[in-house]
């Protein structure tokens, strides 16, 4: 059973980056989609990038052009690099996969954009 583990949030200045990573407990190469989500306080948590066994990418229309998913599959490990961050960008980040989503979900890292 793969056991998913965030980590590389914390408090950051608005037009700072973040590098988050997802480390898997195990071989990811089988999983044909990852994915980073985030929820705020209040709201439903969202799906704000995937990426394919193929390299093949997707993000939310407010985070475009800003961040960037990866995946190493020798290393197990997924990474959200973000830049130019908002403080609407302010949520708990949790990894997992859209199509077989583990359970339960990680911790999650915290990510703060504040001045």
């Known amino acids: 059973q793969v056991q998913l583990v965030e980590s590389g949030g914390g408090l950051v200045q608005p037009g700072g980056s973040l590098r988050l990573s997802c480390a898997a407990s195990g071989s990811i190469s089988s999983i044909n989609v990852m994915g980073w989500y985030r929820q705020a306080p209040g709201k439903q948590r969202e799906l704000v990038a995937s990426?394919?066994?193929?390299?093949?990418?997707n993000y939310v229309d407010s985070v475009k052009g800003r961040f960037t998913i990866s995946r190493d599959n020798a290393k197990n490990t997924v990474y959200l690099q973000m830049n130019s961050l908002k403080p609407e960008d302010t949520a708990v980040y949790y990894c997992?996969?859209?199509?077989?989503?583990?359970?339960?979900w990680g911790q999650g890292t915290q990510v703060t954009v504040s001045s």
């Open positions: 997992n996969s859209p199509l077989r989503p583990l359970r339960p």
């Open positions: 990426i394919s066994s193929g390299g093949r990418t």
